[in-house]
């Protein structure tokens, strides 16, 4: 615990020079990060594939490609200006002229560290289709295009642009679950398309509500979301973008499609889903609510908090009732999504940073929570949590990396979820301490599920009438390994790792220190006393 | 150069007359007839051509009867495209009379044609039955007895919008557009005007399968042939829409004539469209339910009664053109539920693909050209206040997009058919095939590069003489 607040404490406090730093620039870099996947997507699903027999060249490109984009994605990271609030790697040009949309991407700190998210988790989920053997062009193709999709809606600072990769991640994922998902695929993609289709339908209302009454021509998020807008169209956008945001993250009681989704998508989607996915809704929060409109935040910031505690004890209460452990991963990876909101429901500076940081921890435990249930179910040849019995000593791999994945999800010491929720009790005890009670109770009840329903799997006498079991292939391992290696890494080094004695950062920025650039400005409205409060 | 704003229109009338003489038996041999499509799409892609090149031009013809300004330009050229790649994805092998299917859908095109560039009601109405007679002819080839039900269902909507027209010839006392909009600038709204304008655009809504009026010309769409219902539910609804804005355009100082109507209108089709898309259980039906509700779309585009919202409406008037008359051709041969589709995708994958995208802009889902189109009527709904019919236009837009999911899903991951079943899915001439990739390009292209198109159809509106 101290050596985790130390490096909060730490975070340099001034701009560091990394070693390679500026070796590369691209005016593209955030097209490229969207487009490259829908090219390679494009070109995958196009190329000939008779009977089958390019099928490994397709996973290798898929992961290449992947593995190229973390490799740009970490470029940008090194190279990003951390203490300057503006957007960074901007592009902007104009697109329609005739209804305002421009082509305008940039990132902050918030945005860089979900486009880092997104890089790691996408190259996990293409380590954990490696055993996709069906229709595998048309898969890769998807998971490609799902991933250009969370990178647009990331660096989108245009609310066309934005709506636009937000509405089209659906259709990938969707298809995604309807081809290679589980017996109950059907129910799962209704349901998905439901409910995010409601969510992008709050979204486009939201939008279309600030674009109205603010006279905009523009849909320039500078333009739109800096609006003068009169207190009930304030009220009336942020509970659009609360329902859009709940949808996706998704938040009680907007989860409906939570569990079949997690449950019965192949790993690598359900890991997408669950780890960036997924977090767009809380970074939506953040980006339209919390840094555009304060009172109406301050206004609605108790049901926030409400609808994250009670997402978290609901989760927490499903999640020990399930009988099927991909079940129970899908309500356990709905915890982090809690955590995150409540924080930004606070609003303080302390507590948003610290949900800005569990955007990035909260998605990895999530992703490391689905995919290892989603792993370990299909290692022993069943789901069901009743004949799971006694697996530690027989896959211990994978058991270790579930107990790791359980840890980061309650925020152990060393783990990145650790800073976070450290930073959202420290900030949220002043201005919610109904909520940070409630919340820290959901956690200790959470942390109970999680320890029954590891006792329960993992260790205990094998049953004999259980499937045989082996543990995780060398993929899987790394795939779990790369978002547990993470998790650990952030949580050791939170301001990035240090020469011995000096102030000189190597290798790595630290997530602190870039996820920090442009906090002033989301948060800056919170920093003093609440106006409502003061006489 | 103003004498060559009417070739587009010679050229696809020699066109369609070419190919109905040439698509006779024993005037060509039997061989050379299967390049009549690339015949027929070239006119087509020519008369398209030279639109775009000749028709900024701003000129008047006989004495201010055909009108030649951006509107028409746009909505001539959208209705070229659409027949352009209608006849390219045709599966001939499914279609009863080659010569009549390759004729039919340029002199649709050429009523669309003659309804936008009219400059009086009378043009109108005869842009409007001339596509709507093509539809018959097309229809009629395989289905005679379904021929006749089309041609008395659009012969209702003709009654009304003729009764229309005339009472308001009577009221006002002209039947020039701009005469028209300029005296009811000064007219009071009365019960004598507005009953002729319900009238007008109950016609129009028969003829463009607004819902609730759809329920009589999908019976006719799953019995046709594929290109047949292309033209029907494509070409003849762009020409009822053409006129449709026109007469919005006239009555633009007017609007509390026909608004709430038509946003009754819009809602009903755009979420009836949507469900019954999502009910149907075969791919025609589907296709045809997801063209009522964009369809919806446009009527609410038209409700707006401002200029940035018929621009938005006229940009969508292009891809639901496209899509709707493009979509059922590329269906093909492909009968019963939604099993005739199983193993489309890798057996004949450009078939697969344009039938998809098709689908899916007809549906909105992004990036197509489908969605900039109705999110630009959606912005259009936002600024003119009708928060209420866009609420219920995103449900039809959801309840839309699930329903092409199920096609997608049929295309693609169904089980592929065995030895048996592969001829259930006829093989293409490599011409259609090309033609199925050009349709995919451009549904993208006209989303993605949606600037200059968008600022077009801008000037199109502009053109009208809208606020």
């Known amino acids: 615990m101290i050596l985790s607040l130390a490096a909060i404490a730490q975070a340099t406090p001034s701009p560091a020079s990394v070693p390679g730093a500026n070796v590369f620039t691209s005016p593209l870099l955030l097209s490229l990060v969207i487009w490259v996947p829908v090219v390679v997507g494009v070109a995958v699903a196009t190329m000939p594939n008779p009977r089958g027999r390019y099928d490994v060249l397709m996973k290798q490109i898929a992961f290449f490609t992947n593995l190229g984009l973390l490799f740009v994605l970490w470029i940008a990271y090194n190279q990003f200006a951390t203490f300057l609030p503006t957007m960074q790697f901007e592009e902007k040009v104009t697109w329609l002229p005739a209804i305002g949309a421009v082509y305008h991407l940039g990132v902050d700190g918030t945005g860089m560290t979900m486009l880092i998210l997104s890089g790691l988790v996408g190259l996990a989920s293409v380590l954990a289709s490696w055993g996709v053997r069906e229709r595998v062009r048309s898969y890769f193709c998807l998971l490609l295009l799902t991933q250009a999709c969370v990178n647009g809606a990331i660096v989108a600072h245009d609310m066309f642009v934005l709506l636009l990769f937000w509405g089209a991640s659906v259709i990938p994922i969707a298809l995604l679950v309807l081809g290679w998902g589980g017996a109950r695929r059907e129910s799962a993609v209704w349901r998905l398309v439901g409910y995010w289709g409601l969510g992008t339908g709050s979204l486009l209302v939201a939008t279309m509500i600030v674009y109205a009454a603010s006279g905009s021509t523009s849909f320039d998020m500078d333009v739109l979301l800096k609006a003068g807008l009169a207190p009930r169209v304030q009220l009336a956008v942020a509970a659009a973008l609360i329902v859009a945001a709940a949808t996706r993250l998704p938040l009680f009681p907007f989860h409906g499609w939570a569990r079949d989704v997690y449950a019965d998508a192949p790993p690598g989607v359900a890991l997408i889903v669950a780890g960036s996915a997924s977090r767009l809704g809380a970074y939506l929060l953040v980006r339209a609510l919390i840094a555009a409109d304060p009172d109406a935040s301050r206004l609605l910031s108790p049901i926030l908090a409400g609808l994250a505690v009670l997402t978290m004890v609901f989760a927490a209460l499903a999640a020990v009732r399930a009988v099927d452990l991909r079940a129970a991963g899908g309500y356990l990876a709905m915890v982090p999504g809690g955590l995150t909101v409540f924080g930004l429901a606070a609003l303080t500076p302390l507590s948003i940073a610290g949900s800005i940081l569990s955007l990035f921890s909260g998605g990895l435990a999530a992703a490391l929570i689905v995919g290892g249930c989603a792993t370990l179910s299909e290692r022993a040849q069943t789901r069901s949590v009743q004949l799971l019995r006694g697996l530690a000593p027989r896959m211990p791999v994978l058991s270790w990396l579930l107990v790791i994945a359980a840890l980061g999800l309650i925020g152990v010491p060393l783990l990145a979820s650790y800073p976070a929720e450290a930073m959202i009790f420290f900030g949220s005890f002043r201005s919610q301490p109904a909520g940070s009670f409630a919340v820290a109770l959901a956690l200790v009840l959470v942390a109970a599920v999680v320890a029954v329903v590891l006792h329960r799997i993992l260790l205990g006498s094998p049953n004999p009438d259980a499937p045989a079991v082996s543990d995780a292939s060398l993929g899987e391992a790394w795939y779990l390994g790369l978002l547990a290696g993470a998790l650990l890494w952030v949580g050791l080094f939170p301001g990035g790792p240090k020469l011995p004695g000096t102030e000189q950062v190597v290798f790595d920025p630290g997530l602190l220190n870039v996820m920090s650039a442009g906090l002033t400005d989301i948060a800056s409205a919170y920093a003093g006393p609440n106006p409502a409060s003061s006489p | ?467």
């Open chain 2, 1 to 467: 150069m103003r004498s060559l704003v009417l070739l587009p229109e010679a050229v696809v009338v020699a066109g369609a007359v070419g190919l109905l003489f040439l698509g006779r038996p024993g005037v060509m041999r039997r061989g050379r007839r299967r390049y009549l499509p690339v015949a027929a799409t070239l006119v087509a892609l020519a008369a398209f051509g030279i639109e775009l090149w000749v028709g900024a031009v701003l000129s008047t013809f006989f004495g201010g009867a055909l009108v030649q300004d951006r509107f028409a330009l746009f909505a001539k050229a959208a209705a070229l495209l659409a027949a352009a790649a209608a006849i390219a994805v045709t599966d001939w092998s499914a279609e009863e009379s080659q010569s009549v299917g390759l004729a039919m859908p340029l002199l649709a095109a050429f009523g669309v044609m003659v309804a936008a560039s009219s400059g009086d009601v009378v043009g109108l109405w005869a842009g409007l039955e001339l596509a709507g007679a093509a539809a018959v002819v097309v229809v009629a080839t395989r289905r005679p007895d379904l021929g006749i039900r089309l041609l008395v269902t659009g012969a209702v909507g003709t009654a009304l919008l003729l009764s229309g027209l005339a009472y308001v010839y009577a009221t006002i006392g002209t039947a020039d557009l701009v005469g028209l909009r300029q005296s009811l600038k000064v007219e009071a709204p009365t019960l004598p005007l507005a009953l002729p304008v319900l009238l007008l655009f109950g016609g129009l809504a028969v003829r463009a399968g607004w819902a609730p009026y759809q329920f009589a010309r999908v019976p006719v769409a799953l019995g046709a042939s594929p290109l047949g219902t292309g033209v029907m539910v494509g070409l003849v609804a762009m020409a009822a829409l053409v006129v449709g804005i026109k007469v919005t355009a006239v009555l633009s100082f007017r609007p509390e004539l026909f608004v709430s109507g038509l946003a009754v209108v819009a809602a009903v089709a755009m979420v009836a469209g949507g469900a019954a898309a999502l009910a149907a259980r075969t791919p025609r039906a589907r296709l045809v339910y997801l063209a009522v509700g964009q369809a919806g779309w446009l009527a609410a585009g038209l409700a707006t009664d401002y200029r940035a919202g018929l621009g938005a409406t006229l940009f969508l008037l292009g891809a639901f053109g496209i899509a709707a008359t493009a979509g059922p051709a590329a269906l093909g041969g492909v009968e019963g539920g939604e099993s005739g589709l199983a193993g489309m995708g890798s057996l004949r994958p450009a078939r697969a693909a344009a039938l998809v995208i098709a689908a899916l802009s007809l549906a909105g889902a992004p990036p197509l050209a489908g969605f900039f189109g109705e999110f630009a009527v959606a912005a259009s709904l936002a600024q003119s206040g009708q928060f209420a019919l866009l609420a219920l236009g995103l449900l039809g837009a959801v309840l839309s997009q699930a329903a092409a999911l199920g096609t997608v899903r049929a295309v693609y991951f169904q089980s592929l058919p065995d030895e048996t079943r592969r001829g259930a899915i006829p093989a293409w001439a490599r011409f259609s095939s090309a033609g199925a990739v050009g349709l995919c390009i451009v549904i993208v292209a006209y989303g993605v590069f949606a600037s200059p198109i968008m600022g077009l159809a801008d000037q199109g509106a502009k053109a009208l003489g809208l606020r």
